[in-house]
């Protein structure tokens, strides 16, 4: 396939829409000019009449040196982007302004800065009204130039529809099948109920955490992946998924080349790349220097636009006021389930719903516009915001109204797009909530193994999955070369730390044990390893050494199971009152297993055999309303078994074929998606043993209207 840039945008091509905002930009900077010399200490600009010719000035410079800073951006690389974006503006009106009032003495460059953020705020609301407050901005500008360009990338292949998948992190079905319901998912709305879409439920196996579930479907296996971080016995390195050096790791050991994005797709804030030959701001490639090039040009260009940077930032601090206010009603009504909510939240969840969601859909509409094939994307609003929130509060709710209102926005870049797409909407698992189990009963998991085991206990049992996407684009954005860029690594390196901490022990004089025992939490799934151990430990070895430990893990209120190897039966499922012998399907009393589903035992085997699983697995209790306890501080979980966190969604056009029966398994997910693409004419060149794929249905090959 080959593409061609597209031609620049012949400035005469306006339309009346062009000519309105234009209108609205000018005089939105001339107020903004007006606003900025009442409130700017050392700025003036002389005048209501001096202030309306300066912003016409400012549109003008604007549009002749944008794209030059935009240019020397992407010379400079993303760190270069981003300055461009935080200064670009205050340059122009610098330019503007040099010895604009007839005095002498021009004003100091500080009060020039302040004062461009004052004119990029107002000129922002200006926009903001004009566009009835939608998110229309973000795309805006990649629209017009579509619109206007008089040639597209020409494809050789345009007759071969794209997929766009869009992956909501942690939907679960019911939540989507309420937000169709009640309307407040417009466009997933209007899809379903027009008949264009469809909309069901899947199954993810356990561990059902992203690295799991992107793993499968991306890759097409979900072995070797216990949880979020886990113990590679081999060498005693701990893998952390969202540790940019761990994520490549875990891919390199896992991709078969033959990923669901390898036939030219692209791969935007994922953990893994489907072995796309194009990956933006991807955990396990973001030392992809040299094919970013475009993407630092598009991005440059979003942020350098007075109502781009400004406006993801405006966004930001509203959402940092939104979350303290929630946060503080929550308390003041005293809801529950409920954790406390930190300042390090409130940023992340803050950057997630601004810059980043902005950033990864200007990311997404541009390989639209250049007709990539595939595009993959994670958008992880709501799933942070239900972590710390819960399932249905507002605020998680106002977060899942935001991916649907990316999606619409795709939909109208998919209108003036190279080549028709579809749009596949899925969730990598779904969550459970519940009372945090420290909260319950006092103690979190580590500290029970330290006092049941007598042993020293690391412990990561915090959650770090919402910062996974925040860690890629900075992991992607560091360049050593510069000290902003040795900053920004050092935070990527933080973002992505082990977090292993060693409580205090009590000085109790007694002769200290060697053994030390290794605790993670992946939401209600607790893992538990013996340190310095290469093989699993069978319940026998474990009865030896911590002979209280697993009685006490099984007895204790808030287990749900426990999972330990034996020597005899292999794996077994351990609960108060019986035990599920998984291998031999055998159970002796009540079986543990009978209040997690009918795939529980099925999960459990395939998760409690594969080489990399811990010592001891414990599941938290599943309580009479469904819900569970985290060994994280998360009041939204996933990771193990109960609740609604292996209920995730998938929305398909109707054009592809149906599933069918439900599909259980990322790695079975990755194949309906495989099967879909070769339906749609994609992968010729990589069916196994020369076979010829499936010729596309000519219903599905259809022009763009």
């Known amino acids: 396939m080959t593409r061609r840039d597209r031609s620049r945008d012949p400035w005469w091509h306006l339309r009346r829409g062009d000519v309105g905002r234009a209108a609205l930009a000018v005089l939105g900077a001339a107020i903004g000019l007006g606003i900025a010399s009442w409130v700017v200490p050392?700025?003036?600009?002389?005048?209501?009449?001096?202030?309306?010719?300066?912003?016409?000035?400012?549109?003008?410079?604007?549009?002749?040196?944008?794209?030059?800073?935009?240019?020397?951006?992407?010379?400079?690389?993303?760190?270069?982007?981003?300055?461009?974006?935080?200064?670009?503006?205050?340059?122009?009106?610098?330019?503007?302004?040099?010895?604009?009032?007839?005095?002498?003495?021009?004003?100091?460059?500080?009060?020039?800065?302040?004062?461009?953020?004052?004119?990029?705020?107002?000129?922002?609301?200006?926009?903001?009204?004009?566009?009835?407050?939608?998110?229309?901005?973000?795309?805006?500008?990649?629209?017009?130039?579509?619109?206007?360009?008089?040639?597209?990338?020409?494809?050789?292949?345009?007759?071969?529809?794209?997929?766009?998948?869009?992956q909501a992190d942690g939907v679960p079905f019911p939540v989507l099948d309420w937000g169709v319901r009640a309307g407040t998912l417009p466009t997933l709305s209007r899809w379903i109920r027009s008949g264009s879409h469809h909309m069901a439920e899947w199954r993810p196996k356990l561990p059902a955490t992203t690295p799991a579930s992107q793993m499968g479907i991306l890759h097409g296996t979900i072995d070797g992946i216990p949880a979020f971080r886990w113990v590679e016995r081999d060498s005693g390195r701990v893998l952390v998924a969202n540790k940019p050096a761990d994520a490549a790791v875990i891919e390199a050991k896992h991709s078969d080349g033959r990923g669901l994005l390898v036939d030219d797709g692209v791969s935007v804030s994922n953990l893994f790349t489907g072995d796309a030959p194009t990956a933006y701001a991807t955990m396990s490639a973001v030392h992809r220097t040299q094919e970013t090039r475009h993407a630092r040009y598009t991005v440059s260009a979003f942020l350098a636009r007075p109502e781009g940077l400004a406006r993801s930032l405006s966004r930001t601090v509203s959402e940092v006021v939104r979350e303290r206010f929630q946060a503080a009603r929550a308390r003041r009504r005293d809801v529950h389930p409920r954790v406390d909510r930190p300042w390090s939240f409130t940023f992340e969840r803050a950057a997630l719903s601004g810059v980043l969601r902005d950033l990864n859909t200007t990311l997404v509409a541009d390989a639209m516009l250049q007709g990539h094939r595939s595009i993959y994307v994670d958008f992880v609003d709501y799933d942070a915001v239900a972590h710390h929130a819960g399932l249905m509060q507002p605020e998680s709710l106002a977060a899942l109204e935001g991916i649907d209102a990316v999606i619409g926005q795709l939909e109208k870049v998919a209108a003036v797009a190279p080549r028709h797409y579809l749009f596949v909407v899925l969730s990598d698992h779904g969550q459970s909530q519940g009372e945090v189990f420290a909260s319950r009963y006092g103690e979190d998991l580590a500290t029970l193994v330290r006092r049941l085991s007598s042993s020293d206990v690391l412990s990561a049992v915090e959650n770090a999955e919402g910062t996974g996407s925040l860690n890629s684009m900075m992991a992607s954005t560091s360049d050593t070369d510069t000290v902003l860029g040795r900053s920004l690594k050092r935070a990527s390196d933080r973002l992505s730390a082990r977090r292993l901490e060693m409580p205090e022990r009590a000085d109790t004089g007694e002769e200290e044990t060697p053994d030390n025992c290794l605790v993670f939490g992946s939401g209600n799934l607790g893992l538990v390893y013996v340190a310095g151990e290469h093989a699993r430990l069978t319940l026998d070895d474990l009865t030896v050494r911590f002979p209280g430990l697993v009685p006490g893990l099984v007895a204790h209120p808030g287990t749900?199971?426990?999972?330990?190897?034996?020597?005899?039966?292999?794996?077994v499922v351990l609960g108060t009152d019986g035990e599920h012998r998984l291998r031999e399907g055998v159970v002796v009393g009540t079986d543990?297993?009978?209040?997690?589903?009918?795939?529980?035992?099925?999960?459990?085997?395939?998760?409690?055999?594969?080489?990399?699983?811990?010592?001891?697995?414990?599941?938290?209790?599943?309580?009479?309303?469904?819900?569970?306890a985290a060994f994280e501080g998360l009041v939204g979980c996933h990771g193990g078994l109960g609740g609604w966190q292996d209920r995730a969604m998938i929305v398909w056009p109707d054009t592809l074929p149906?599933?069918?029966?439900?599909?259980?398994?990322?790695?079975?997910?990755?194949?309906?998606?495989?099967?879909?693409?070769?339906?749609?004419?994609?992968?010729?060149?990589?069916?196994?043993?020369?076979?010829?794929a499936p010729a596309p249905a000519a219903a599905v090959r259809t022009s763009r209207p």
């Open 658 to 692: 149906s599933p069918g029966s439900m599909v259980v398994g990322a790695d079975a997910m990755h194949r309906v998606l495989v099967g879909w693409l070769e339906y749609l004419g994609h992968r010729t060149a990589l069916t196994a043993d020369g076979a010829e």
């Open 560 to 571: 749900g199971f426990v999972v330990v190897d034996t020597a005899d039966h292999g794996p």
């Open 42 to 166: 050392e700025f003036s600009i002389g005048g209501a009449g001096r202030a309306l010719a300066a912003a016409v000035l400012i549109a003008v410079v604007g549009a002749v040196l944008r794209p030059v800073l935009v240019r020397l951006a992407v010379l400079l690389g993303w760190v270069g982007a981003v300055l461009i974006g935080l200064t670009g503006q205050a340059f122009v009106i610098w330019v503007v302004l040099w010895d604009f009032t007839g005095e002498q003495n021009n004003p100091p460059f500080w009060s020039v800065f302040l004062a461009s953020w004052v004119v990029s705020a107002v000129s922002t609301a200006f926009v903001w009204v004009a566009t009835a407050g939608t998110d229309d901005a973000v795309t805006a500008g990649l629209l017009r130039k579509a619109r206007r360009s008089r040639r597209r990338p020409e494809l050789e292949d345009a007759d071969v529809p794209g997929v766009v998948f869009i």
């Open 592 to 628: 543990p297993l009978a209040a997690f589903g009918p795939d529980a035992a099925a999960f459990v085997l395939r998760a409690a055999t594969m080489d990399e699983a811990p010592d001891i697995y414990v599941n938290s209790l599943v309580d009479d309303l469904g819900e569970v």
